[in-house]
């Protein structure tokens, strides 16, 4: 999908929609200096533990996650964030459907 026009006015949570059984994601912008992702989570949906070799901004915006950071949980809520840090492993579930911005930046 496209980014989104610049010099708008944007409604995150009606951006990107759920779909059953799915996680979907809508890039907002890209630079080369980093980038903005919009994702959906459908309930009991995930991403598998990864790393990411920039630190990793996750920002809910509807819903709760369960963030593993280098086997430390985090439960979140609307209008929590939390940094994931460069090169450590993590991974995200949803016990709900969620939805979050991401914002990842090259340094």
């Known amino acids: 999908m496209s980014t989104a026009t610049k010099s708008q006015v944007l409604n995150l949570i009606e951006m990107v929609s759920y779909q059953e059984a799915a ?7 890209k630079a080369e200096a980093g980038n903005v992702t919009l994702f959906a989570f459908d309930k009991d949906q ?5 790393t990411a070799p920039f630190d990793a901004l996750v920002h809910i915006l509807e819903g709760e996650a369960l963030i593993t950071i280098s086997g430390k ?3 979140l ?3 929590d964030a939390i940094i994931m840090p460069a090169n450590e492993p993590h991974a995200l579930k949803a016990p709900q459907k969620f939805k979050m911005l991401l914002t990842m930046i090259r340094a």
Do not use: A, D, M, Y
């Open 77 to 79: 809520k609307t209008g």
């Open 46 to 50: 995930g991403l598998s533990e990864h």
């Open 23 to 29: 996680v979907v994601s809508r890039q907002i912008t």
């Open 73 to 75: 949980p985090f439960e």
